[in-house]
């Protein structure tokens, strides 16, 4: 979608420090860490809330994670997945992604 900084990244019109990709995301660095590891898993197409993704979408993005985990070195002291749902949950960006967090122990779940 035009002016969707997400989509633009993915068509490579801005940079990224990508980790893996396939057919359905794309999964970059988030470029303002809130953990020691902090990944986005963004969805190629363009949609604002996770469930609005189609099964196999979210399958392959929650497959992904564990890859992802694994590559950063996290998998086994173990991650967090969050997605970022409207204002209350402070969504910044308005392309579902899912964040992978990890690194350090979580401080609490709120
Ligand atoms: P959310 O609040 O769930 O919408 O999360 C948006 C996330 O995107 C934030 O953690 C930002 O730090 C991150 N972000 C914003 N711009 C970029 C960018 N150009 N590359 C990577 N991550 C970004
Ligand atoms: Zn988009």
């Known amino acids: 979608m035009e002016n969707c900084l997400f989509c633009r990244i993915i068509e490579g019109e801005l ?3 990508k980790v893996i990709e396939t057919s359905h995301y794309m999964a970059f660095k988030d470029i303002h860490p809130k ?6 898993i963004v969805p190629k197409r363009h949609v604002e809330r996770p469930e609005e993704l189609r099964p196999e979408e979210i399958g ?3 497959v992904g994670s564990e890859e992802i985990a694994q ?4 998998k086994d ?7 970022n749902i409207g204002k209350h949950a402070g969504q910044e960006i308005d ?6 967090l990890g690194g350090a122990p ?3 779940m709120y």
């Open 71 to 74: 590559i950063l070195g996290v």
């Open 35 to 40: 953990a020691p590891v902090h990944v986005l």
């Open 95 to 100: 392309h579902a992604h899912l964040h992978l």
């Open 60 to 62: 392959d993005m929650l």
């Open 15 to 17: 940079p990224c420090e």
């Open 77 to 83: 002291t173990g991650y967090r997945l969050l997605f």
């Open 106 to 108: 979580a401080k609490g």
